[in-house]
């Protein structure tokens, strides 16, 4: 019996395109945008009773040039549900994207601008459709688009973005698969060659073997895609818009299985770019909703992606014909010595006491394009939860002419420039501190003015606020008073008598530089909060809504929390926005270092006393 969160099977797939082809009245052009479990909801899951498996299931008709998406019960073979959604346009999924790029290379005009950049064999072209945006062109209202981005591959044949054509920008309209028009703002010298990405000469020969042993096996037990590490539980799941979804995460306290999120995943991001010229305002991405990160996953190595003793999960994706693409080893999970834990050395009698940290890491990655995203959640022994971000890949490229000094962007190679762009990613945490019943605080760090009550200037007082309502919690980071955020159960107290609770530790952040009136600021208004919280609501998922490819504003977390609904002693879901400035460096070409980006979820007050005193010391090596 699969548990009714596990990820759909390849056989589930099969038989949810059975059910759609069969029932759902679409016409044979008609293609899956997205199959993935229709996970239940939380008060059918707490239920308790025997949930079917059923299929989400979004389906795009280019005959009509609709979007249509339903419930597709797997048991029964029924379709439960089937709606036409009003004026929203699928994904951009991976075949289409191919077949778009194909039609570009076979028109007459597109042939005839790459010539006069000398540009001729086409089998070295990459054309890249990519989500057109909405900016309000007339010609543009109600079709399927994509704008393009193009480049010829390096002589070496392993960077296909090796060398830039700037200022070329087909537009391709995907519902009948033809060239609109094609965008010239004039030609750029391309790029002279460019590096290979991978040395096969001069490799360092001074790097001696690193190995992870773990002669007794992991520490874990796993059983399907449920997970037991020390005292955390915790399953893995997938979505195909999202790819890595944990749920019910738990610890396990004595006797007490306390849980602390219901589900958490990264589940909307945006990367607009700061260049305004010629077509590249057009250029961002909101790669989860436009595009998909689950359907994106890499099918991980060990020994290349993963190193030590690993235990892998597999998910099932798709095709746009329905077919099902298992992505084996898609998630990875292992344990990591991660240093010190905690230590004390009594300076008295010289008895130190120290023991080690090890975290347990779930991670998946995804190519989309030129970009590597890696999303890793990290499992602590003392509580503590960490959420990173790891960014590689082909920075985006363009071309200036050489000698040009860029404005916009930096200059990363020789004829290569690469635009300013912000990374903002929204993360969405269920959260079920203790339970289901939560409320949400801002804690900051206030120094009084100089006065009776703070004769000295040291006085430090902290200000800890209910935010108690969805209007009330839309917040910014503040340096000044070093605000976090907690997520607390007033129901349930610790031993001193205070509120169980998690806070929300930010790291490293940014703020947007988009205008909020700029078309992609409205799309994606989630990005200019660092903080939100709403009310729970089954089919708010998605921060800029469900269909960001070439949406209107306000969709998503702007508009559900129009409603202000309440936050006091509810159930709560809490948004962090993580955000990053790009400017890349020439060490980041041709293909750049890992860039990290961070945040944690740190129990406070949700234990006692330090939970981690229990963690054996390990033997002293000599
Ligand atoms: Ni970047």
Redesign the pocket.
Known sequence: MPHPLDPLTKNEVAAAVEIIRRDAGLDKSAWFETITLDEPGKAELASGKTLPRQAYVCCYEPSSNRTLRGIANIETGALESWEHVEGVQARIVPNESVAGGNVVKADKRFLEACAKRGVTDMDLVLVEPWAAGNFDIEEEQGERLAYCHCWVSNDAGDNRYGRPIANLHPVVDLQRMEVIRIDDFGVVPLPPDTNSIRQSENLRDDIKPLEIIQPDGPSFTVDGYGVEWQRWKIRVGYSLREGLVLHNIAYQDGDRVRPIMHRASMAEMV?PYGHPGGGNFRRNAFDTGEYGIGNALDSLKLGCDCLGHIHYFDVCSHDWNGNPKEIKNAVCMHEEDFGLLWKHTDTHSGNMRAVRSRRLVISALCTIGNYVYGFFWYFYQDGTIGVEIK?TGI?FPSAIALGEKPKYGALIAPGVEAHV?Q?TFSFRFDMCVDGNRNSVREVEFEAPPIGPDNPNGNAVRIVDRELKSELEAQREMNMASSRYWKVTNPNEQNALGNSTAYKLVPGANALPLLNPQSSVGKRSAFMYKHFWATAYADDELFPAGWYPNQSGPGEGLPKWTKADRSLENADVVTWYTLGFN?L?RPEDWPVQPVVYASFHWMPDGFFDENPALDVPPNKPQT
């Open positions: 990367v960014a920075p762009h990374h790009h890349p």
